[in-house]
């Protein structure tokens, strides 16, 4: 067996999912599953049961990816110990963050820990702010800039870079949606909301909307992420409560289009900040980074 091999060992262990672990580690799900069965015949034991649905360890599955883990670990070990004859340690460091997040919070820590190690290869994945703990969790990620959830993982560590304020918003142009937004006292209960589908933002509106009586809110649509939140709201779809870092990134032909509300009453910001896996933090490149937090 490879290092190689016990790679992606260890990402379809983590995620169960022969799917999921093709894509993040860029090979065919054929080729995983040859790789899967080359380790099978190397160890004598099957390593997983497989059935139409799911994918679980066997016994020798998990005495492997324990293995695995000391292996890798130790290897990583090495070439760190080895790397301190040269410049720096080198590599590849796979992030996960929103659009927003790449341009508002990650630049200045990239910044540092660039140039102290300027040989580790950067692979920045974006996406959905929601998704990010997750991506971490099944191996998709090394690290994420993720909000704090309600109830973070016991295998999640997570280091908060900075508070949130949530801000709501409404079309500028000459609209019903603005006109019922903008009066002095708004029926929030027939008024259009454009709303997440998860995430920190989500929990504190439904909260709201509980808070005010208001059982059946006016939903004009949901969505992933939040960037495209600003776009609909411009639109004349409809408002929005999202955390105000988005709209200060946002285009200006974008939020040009939009109307700064007064904050909703009773709504927390949320904690943002880079989660990874606490068993992880021993790895050279991972420790690196997380030193420069």
Same mark, same amino acid.
């Given at each position: 067996?490879?290092?190689?091999?016990?790679?992606?060992?260890?990402?379809?262990?983590?995620?169960?999912?022969?799917?999921?672990?093709?894509?993040?580690?860029?090979?065919?799900?054929?080729?995983?599953?040859?790789?899967?069965?080359?380790?099978?015949?190397?160890?004598?034991?099957?390593?997983?049961?497989?059935?139409?649905?799911?994918?679980?360890?066997?016994?020798?599955?998990?005495?492997?990816?324990?293995?695995?883990?000391?292996?890798?670990?130790?290897?990583?070990?090495?070439?760190?110990?080895?790397?301190?004859?040269?410049?720096?340690?080198?590599?590849?460091?796979?992030?996960?963050?929103?659009?927003?997040?790449?341009?508002?919070?990650?630049?200045?820590?990239?910044?540092?820990?660039?140039?102290?190690?300027?040989?580790?290869?950067?692979?920045?994945?974006?996406?959905?702010?929601?998704?990010?703990?997750?991506?971490?969790?099944?191996?998709?990620?090394?690290?994420?800039?993720?909000?704090?959830?309600?109830? &973070?993982?016991? +295998?999640? !560590?997570?280091?908060?870079?900075?508070?949130?304020? #949530?801000?709501? @918003?409404?079309?500028?142009? =000459?609209?019903?949606?603005?006109?019922?937004?903008?009066?002095?006292?708004?029926?929030?209960?027939?008024?259009?909301?454009?709303?997440?589908?998860?995430?920190?933002?989500?929990?504190?509106?439904?909260?709201?909307?509980?808070?005010?009586?208001?059982?059946?809110?006016?939903?004009?649509?949901?969505?992933?992420?939040?960037?495209?939140?600003?776009?609909?709201?411009?639109?004349?779809?409809?408002?929005?409560?999202?955390?105000?870092?988005? &709209?200060?990134? +946002?285009? !200006?032909?974008?939020?040009?289009?939009?109307?700064? #509300?007064?904050? @909703?009453?009773?709504?927390? =910001?949320?904690?943002?900040?880079?989660?990874?896996?606490?068993?992880?933090?021993?790895?050279?490149?991972?420790?690196?980074?997380?030193?420069?937090?």
């Amino acid at each position: 067996m490879d290092l190689r091999d016990l790679k992606l060992f260890l990402h379809l262990a983590e995620s169960c999912h022969f799917g999921r672990t093709a894509r993040a580690m860029h090979v065919s799900p054929s080729t995983l599953s040859r790789q899967i069965q080359r380790l099978e015949e190397d160890v004598g034991h099957a390593l997983f049961l497989r059935d139409n649905r799911t994918v679980t360890l066997t016994e020798a599955g998990e005495r492997l990816r324990q293995f695995a883990q000391q292996t890798l670990l130790q290897y990583q070990q090495l070439r760190h110990v080895m790397d301190l004859n040269g410049p720096s340690l080198s590599g590849e460091l796979r992030l996960f963050c929103s659009v927003t997040a790449a341009y508002s919070h990650l630049p200045p820590i990239l910044d540092r820990f660039r140039a102290e190690h300027p040989q580790v290869e950067i692979k920045l994945d974006t996406g959905d702010a929601a998704d990010a703990v997750e991506k971490v969790h099944s191996g998709d990620a090394d690290l994420a800039i993720a909000g704090r959830p309600e109830t &973070l993982p016991a +295998s999640i !560590d997570f280091m908060p870079l900075g508070l949130i304020p #949530l801000v709501l @918003i409404a079309p500028a142009l =000459p609209c019903a949606v603005r006109t019922q937004a903008t009066q002095p006292q708004p029926d929030w209960s027939k008024i259009p909301f454009i709303l997440p589908v998860q995430g920190p933002a989500r929990r504190r509106i439904d909260l709201w909307f509980r808070r005010q009586r208001i059982p059946n809110p006016v939903i004009y649509a949901t969505v992933s992420g939040h960037e495209a939140i600003v776009s609909m709201v411009a639109l004349g779809c409809g408002i929005a409560l999202l955390p105000d870092v988005v &709209l200060e990134n +946002s285009p !200006d032909p974008v939020r040009n289009r939009v109307l700064l #509300l007064e904050n @909703i009453d009773s709504v927390a =910001p949320f904690e943002l900040g880079i989660c990874v896996q606490k068993k992880r933090l021993g790895e050279p490149l991972i420790s690196a980074f997380w030193s420069q937090l």
